[in-house]
């Protein structure tokens, strides 16, 4: 069992940048797959980016590509999203979610494939 927290949301203008951060609660962090999605008003749940539970591994949606970066530091149990230039479009409530992958060093991207969530932080983009 693992709890998550979000935060670092917040309203940032066009093409400035966020950080937003995830930190879990319990044992074996370090055997969770990390994820984050988000979803805008009338919109399906959208992956952002993963992160394979040892970090070495890492995909990332068409839409954040060379834009946002996901990394974890599994001392301190979190998992961070760096965002840059961030643009109208990428106004949403962002969700942290992860799944026990015990040894395997899967990248997952679907909300499906995950066993827990945080209860999400808004970000806000303006024109």
């Known amino acids: 069992q693992v709890q998550l927290v979000e935060s670092g949301g917040g309203l940032v203008q066009a093409g400035g940048s966020l950080k937003l951060s995830c930190a879990a609660s319990g044992s074996t962090f370090g055997n969770y797959a990390m994820g984050w999605f988000r979803q805008a008003p009338g919109k399906e749940r959208e992956f952002v980016a993963g992160?394979?539970?040892?970090?070495?591994?890492?995909k990332y949606g068409d839409s954040v590509k060379g834009r946002f970066t996901i990394s974890r530091d599994n001392t301190k149990n979190t998992v961070d999203l760096q965002m840059n230039s961030l643009e109208p479009e990428d106004t949403a409530v962002y969700y942290c979610?992860?799944?026990?992958?015990?040894?395997?060093?899967?990248?997952?991207?679907?909300?499906?494939?995950?066993?827990?969530w945080g209860q999400g932080t808004q970000v806000t983009v303006s024109s």
């Open positions: 992160i394979s539970r040892n970090g070495g591994s890492t």
């Open positions: 979610a992860a799944r026990n992958m015990g040894l395997l060093p899967i990248v997952l991207t679907t909300p499906s494939q995950y066993s827990y």
